[in-house]
């Protein structure tokens, strides 16, 4: 099982960035995706879901807006879509899979500084 991001790196306040999360080893349509971010200090938390079947997203308050979640079942790839960026997003980001078990990613770095 695998799950591999990229997309992250330095970008300027008001920037775009689009992470991206390459699953394999298991059967990627039947599990929930998700993003979630940890800043240094800070608990993990998630950022934003998709479901499996019917493409049900919802995001935390924060991000509202900003970012959008899809998901690819044809290319077992998950993406973040991050606009208007601010500060206060920088963490490293992590994708996760949930079905019968749950699997992470080993994360990417964003930063958003002037």
């Known amino acids: 099982v695998q799950l591999v991001e990229s997309g992250g790196g330095l970008v300027q306040p008001g920037g775009s960035l689009r992470l991206s999360c390459a699953a394999s080893?298991?059967?990627?349509?039947?599990?929930?995706m998700s993003w979630h971010r940890q800043a240094p200090g800070k608990e993990r938390e998630l950022v934003a879901a998709i479901t499996s079947v019917g493409g049900n997203t919802n995001y935390a308050d924060s991000v509202k807006g900003r970012f959008t979640i899809s998901r690819d079942n044809a290319k077992n790839t998950v993406y973040l879509q991050m606009n208007s960026l601010k500060p206060e997003d920088t963490a490293v980001y992590y994708c996760?899979?949930?079905?019968?078990?749950?699997?992470w990613g080993q994360g990417t770095q964003v930063t958003v500084s002037s």
């Open positions: 996760k899979a949930t079905w019968v078990a749950s699997y």
């Open positions: 080893g298991f059967t990627f349509s039947r599990y929930a």
